[in-house]
């Protein structure tokens, strides 16, 4: 006798039942242990107010940390310090400076000129960049970082390291540029240039004036390289002509785009460049008039690529701020152009015992028209010590509008 549609029809709902529940069981015994991340969150970057732009004060401040070498933390111990320092210093005395300079000037944006961790004394990159930033990460501050030579000497590749810091929270930094000319998809990045960390940022103008939605300071970062061989021999590397064609590139349309912009009597958008290893004609400086101290030997690549005469054509940089010489902080002019050294910020750094280790801030301000807030009318700069004052010095200006004839 068969069974009736009815009893067939339980039996099949049994038969569902007894499936389902087998396969809820497997897939809580088993799939936890599949899912290799299954601890891991999804976490969104943290960004900056953006665009940069200049306070209501009509200024615009940025502070320049070059050769922090940070390593391991509590445990990286201090490099030439005084005897009575040494016995409590380590990594955690270079996060504390940057703390108080934060605190003290208060900037709006925070540029990192190279060397921010020493590869040799980190066993994990990633863990040494994120304590080394994490003063700039907690106060919400956008910033942005070029490559020195030793950042690269850990775990991870410079290509690896510009895109790590490039998603860290409030990084405006950037791997590769992205292309803005016909050349290139618009919105992809550049691949057709050497190094990492190659990029523009702009600054606009005050809120409120006729300006505010106008690039009116521009900032260039630039690779310069780590270690190369050239004829047999090591040096240091240099700013390669690929890209020295994307700063043209990039000058030429920024100052192009804004030729119609009124922004100040006889002045266009100005620009400042940072980027680690100093180039040979720094050497000069040596016999000129400096603002500072030059008490080391520039520690330069042996082929000179002709960064001055591109900086000297383009016409709009007024400043370079550099690194990698700790004990250097002056600030020099070669043909118009100022380049300034960060001097060594970094406690794990080689430095001068009893020789404050310092920073450099960078002040550009605006000009007061008849009724709001014009263009740049003048870049100034000092150095903060990190002593129990936080002692100012050298305070100069590096550039100011002429006047009119």
């Not at 389902?20 to 897939?27: A, E, K, N």
């Not at 998603?167 to 791997?175: I, K, W």
């Not at 680690?276 to 720094?282: A, L, N, T, Y």
């Amino acid at each position: 006798m068969e069974d009736s549609p009815t009893v067939k029809w339980k039996h099949s709902f049994v038969f569902l039942i007894s499936i389902l529940i087998f396969l809820f069981f497997l897939h809580s015994q088993i799939s936890p242990n599949l899912l290799l991340n299954h601890h891991l969150h999804l976490r969104v970057k943290k960004w900056p107010q953006l665009p940069l732009r200049f306070r209501s004060d009509g200024t615009f401040k940025i502070l320049q940390v070059a050769d922090m070498h940070f390593g391991a933390g509590i445990l990286t111990r201090c490099k030439d310090v005084l005897p009575s320092e040494f016995h409590h210093c380590s990594d955690l005395n270079t996060t504390q400076f940057l703390r108080r300079m934060i605190q003290a000037e208060k900037p709006d944006f925070i540029a990192f000129t190279g060397d921010n961790i020493f590869g040799p004394s980190t066993a994990d990159a990633a863990e040494s960049l994120l304590r080394a930033f994490s003063p700039v990460l907690e106060s919400g501050l956008p910033w942005a970082a070029v490559l020195g030579n030793h950042d690269q000497e850990s775990t991870m590749t410079r290509e690896e390291l510009m895109f790590f810091i490039s998603l860290m929270d409030y990084s405006v930094s950037q791997t590769n540029p992205v292309a803005k000319n016909p050349n290139h998809a618009n919105g992809s990045f550049i691949s057709d240039i050497d190094g990492f960390g190659n990029y523009d940022l702009s600054v606009y103008g005050a809120p409120g004036s006729a300006l505010a939605n106008s690039s009116i300071l521009n900032l260039y970062f630039i690779d310069s390289g780590d270690r190369e061989t050239v004829g047999g021999k090591q040096t240091y590397g240099w700013i390669k002509e690929s890209q020295l064609r994307w700063l043209q590139d990039v000058s030429q349309r920024l100052q192009g785009k804004n030729q119609d912009i009124d922004y100040t009597i006889g002045a266009s958008p100005p620009a400042l460049a940072f980027f680690h290893i100093p180039i040979q004609e720094v050497v000069q400086l040596y016999y000129q008039k400096i603002v500072g101290e030059f008490q080391e030997a520039v520690a330069c690549s042996s082929v000179n690529s002709g960064v001055l005469q591109t900086l000297v054509s383009m016409g709009d940089v007024k400043a370079v701020f550099i690194g990698h010489d700790h004990k250097n902080d002056f600030c020099g002019n070669l043909e118009g152009i100022w380049f300034c050294y960060g001097g060594g910020f970094g406690y794990h750094a080689y430095g001068r015992a009893g020789w404050p280790r310092r920073a450099r801030v960078i002040l550009a301000e605006l000009q007061k028209g008849d009724k709001a807030w014009m263009g740049v009318e003048r870049i100034k700069t000092w150095k903060r010590l990190d002593d129990e004052m936080l002692s100012k010095i050298d305070e100069q200006v590096l550039w100011e509008v002429p006047p009119p004839r």
